[in-house]
């Protein structure tokens, strides 16, 4: 993970090379994201608003087993805006991409080679979050918790990041997981969004005026 986001972090000085950099990340995006978020702090640049949308610390999936294959092409589900725990019949690779076509979705017309990649990138990717361990991030984490998913674990809950991060602000929204990235949620998230990014030039403008 480390090595992830110092890759992401060198991309993206490359396009903004002075300024404050805000991040954003969804899942394992949001983990990826304070990573980069410590990393650009190490080398000296300003993070301004750091959000995850429904990510959680590495501790909370230590003890998970290892997604099989077809647990791991479930989360194509996810990315195609569907709940996988709604479609327990979805159980191997043809009925998971036959579901994916009817709901018009490309991920539905993958190749064989494309759709053994997403196997691999996410039982890799699952791995590297249970051994990753966080470094702190010195300023203020936004969480954004999906409201209607979790019901199997209860505990995750957006105070888990104030062990990693100074300070945690929290909000949650009507969502499952699979669908704080769809239409609707974007529609609430982005006047929240666009209300912090606001608050955050102000404080800027304030201080250089000061």
């Not at 300024?19 to 304070?34: D, E, F, K």
């Not at 579901?99 to 018009?104: A, I, T, W």
Request: aromatic fraction near 4%; include cysteine; glycine fraction near 8%.
């Amino acid at each position: 993970i480390e090595a992830m986001a110092n890759d992401y972090v060198q991309r993206v000085i490359t396009l903004q090379p002075q300024g404050p950099i805000h991040l954003l990340g969804w899942s394992v995006g949001g983990i990826l994201a304070q990573a980069m978020a410590v990393r650009l702090h190490d080398i000296g640049r300003e993070v301004g608003e750091l959000v995850l949308l429904d990510a959680y610390p590495s501790e909370c999936w230590r003890a998970e087993p290892e997604p099989d294959p077809i647990a791991a092409l479930r989360a194509l589900l996810a990315i195609a805006g569907h709940d996988p725990d709604a479609h327990p019949e979805l159980d191997d690779r043809e009925r998971i991409r036959a579901f994916l076509r009817r709901g018009g979705s490309a991920l539905g017309s993958l190749p064989e080679v494309v759709l053994d990649g997403v196997v691999r990138a996410v039982t890799g990717t699952n791995r590297l979050i249970r051994e990753h361990q966080h470094r702190p991030f010195v300023g203020t984490l936004a969480h954004v918790r999906a409201g209607r998913d979790h019901q199997a674990r209860p505990q995750l809950q957006s105070a888990l990041w104030k062990a990693h991060a100074l300070q945690v602000d929290a909000i949650e929204l009507p969502f499952l997981h699979a669908e704080l990235t769809g239409r609707d949620a974007v529609a609430q998230l982005a006047p929240w969004l666009s209300a912090r990014l606001q608050q955050w030039d102000r404080q800027q403008e304030s201080a250089t005026c000061s």
